[in-house]
């Protein structure tokens, strides 16, 4: 363990613990705010987020940015992070053992922020995070309590962008995130 988010940072930035240090032009280690209510966790940053070493900047970003502000946040106000810190290649779903390579800078990312809620963006988050194999489109908008957190599973937003009929499920799921932060900060 590390005394602080950037030196476990400028450790993901140097990883070459799998082959995805290979053919990244960046890492996409995280960003946001470190006193985030929300946390939000992709599966691993796209091309376009590889290009510039920050996450959800993509079409998919614009649209998850769109969401946030939908419930009244905006994207410097959460911290925004993926399983994987380095783009696949094709874009293709992270492989496990990539996965099992990254988990530890993402786990130091929840330790440090540590957000209240934490919602999983599509199938790949919720099975590493919840190690739940079901669906999104069986689990999306269920609250879940572990470790001391909350994670609420939703569509991805490139899902959403793939089959935009998905989207009012989507945003079902975003509302029950709004009521989650007004509960727990009325208190």
Known sequence: MTDNLEEVKKKALNCTKCALAETRKNVVFGEGSLDARLMLIG?????????TGRPFVGPAGQLLDKMLKAIGLARNEVYIAN?????PPGNADPKPEYAAQCIGYLREQVRFVHPKIIVLLGRIAVQNLLK?????GRIHGKVYERKGFIFIPTYHPSALLRNPELKRAAWEDFKIIRRLLEEFYAE
């Open 83 to 87: 399983i994987v810190k380095c783009r």
């Open 132 to 136: 739940e194999q079901s669906g999104i």
């Open 43 to 51: 599966e691993g940053p796209g091309a376009t987020e590889d290009e």
